[in-house]
């Protein structure tokens, strides 16, 4: 099946740094890669959607500014947080969707999730 | 815009009995899919099962089965013979075939436990 895998998959950061998150589809095209951001014990919400060569669409309430995402290539999508604060600090999770395999239906596919804890 | 609930925040079962989680939904639109996402303490998202809202038949996955009432806006998970393997946060996602980006909108979760 289709991989998609994150890095790093843990990452501690002091407050007022910044830290990027990569999300890499290791065997497949990802026409558009998907960022959510899950607190514990709760769902996923979506951040904000991107597709290869173009600019994120980003969820209302989700600060463009802070949460830089770059998707530079078919197989490689980057969350950047700036400026990051305790608040920031959650599991970040990325998925890919691929062109439909069948007539269509278009795959997602997540990957493992980063950590993200501010100092 | 489509909202999803699972009013079930926890949920147990005994090892080889069965286990039923419920999701309703609420759209406007008629071309949609239905997911049910499994997350192990791994925390890896990995798909159970999946339905199409034009298809009446209920789509089953081994010990998986949904109860799909599309009028009721209902899409239930069935485990059967649940392993200690099942137990994980469950979540019910909707997805419009009707607008573009694929994106999935995810219920609040049911958190499985399996007792054995």
């Known amino acids: 099946g289709a991989v998609v895998s994150q890095h790093p998959s843990w990452v501690i950061c002091k407050s007022g740094t910044s830290v990027k998150i990569e999300c890499r589809s290791l065997d497949f095209q990802a026409t558009t890669m998907f960022w959510y951001r899950q607190f514990p014990k709760q769902s996923l919400m979506l951040m904000a959607t991107s597709n290869e060569g173009s600019k994120a669409t980003y969820e209302q309430g989700v600060e463009k500014d802070k949460f830089l995402i770059n998707h530079a290539s078919l197989t490689l999508s980057t969350l950047t947080v700036t400026s990051a604060h305790p608040e920031d600090s959650s599991f970040y999770i990325c998925s890919a969707t691929t062109l439909p395999r069948d007539r269509d239906f278009y795959e997602q596919y997540f990957g493992p999730g980063t950590r993200l804890t501010v100092t | 815009a489509q909202t999803v609930t699972q009013s079930q925040p926890e949920m147990s079962v005994q090892e080889a009995e069965t286990v039923t989680l419920s999701c309703t939904y609420d759209?406007?639109?008629?071309?949609?899919?239905l997911f049910w996402y499994k997350q192990p303490p791994s925390r890896q998202m990995i798909l159970v099962i999946r339905?199409?809202?034009?298809?009446?038949q209920n789509a089953t996955e081994n010990r998986f089965s949904v109860n799909f009432q599309k009028a009721a806006k209902s899409f239930s998970l069935k485990i059967s013979d649940s392993q200690l393997g099942d137990a994980a946060m469950y979540f019910c996602a909707y997805r419009s075939e009707e607008t573009s980006g694929s994106r999935l909108t995810f219920g609040e979760g049911t958190q499985l436990t399996v007792n054995p």
């Open positions: 759209t406007s639109e008629s071309d949609y899919y």
């Open positions: 339905q199409e809202a034009y298809k009446q």
